[in-house]
């Protein structure tokens, strides 16, 4: 019983407190202990907004995102969605060099397909970038460095 005399038991509680800041309550028999820990943290944010971009540029943005993806260790497998991505590429290229009306009503609905595919690639890459700088910028897409 000698070692269970030295045994110590306590309990912690971890309280938000202020923007970067949680406090630590260390409760030790009758003793409180309080920690005030910054807990600051950089996040990485994919940045799309592909809406804004004119027809050409949104094309070129496109071929590159699609080209730093393609075989990027960081992403795993993305062959199936990132052939989808191609092709909706060549797609609406294909439109654009065209002026008649039907050209400009499937320019509209190849631009926006290609917006979707590439938000919804987007939303993969934030959730797999592990907030890494790095991989981050791997992936061709723009992003901001964000101090929580």
Known sequence: M???EQ???FEILILPCDNNLITVVVVEK???????????MKRTYVITGFSRYPYAALVEKSRQIVSSL?????????SPLLDTVKITID?????L????????????QYR?????????LATYVQN????????????GYNYIVNEA
Do not use: C, P
């Open 30 to 40: 009758e003793r409180i202990l309080y920690y005030k820990i910054n807990i600051k």
């Open 128 to 139: 797999n970038s592990g907030n890494d700088v790095a991989v981050m910028r791997s992936s």
């Open 112 to 120: 926006f397909a290609l917006i979707l595919l590439l938000n919804d």
């Open 97 to 108: 060099q065209q002026s008649n009306d039907d050209a400009i009503l499937q320019q509209q």
């Open 70 to 78: 393609n075989g990027n260790t960081s992403f795993g497998e993305l």
């Open 2 to 4: 000698g070692h269970a």
């Open 7 to 9: 045994l110590r038991f």
């Open 91 to 95: 797609h609406f290229e294909n439109t």
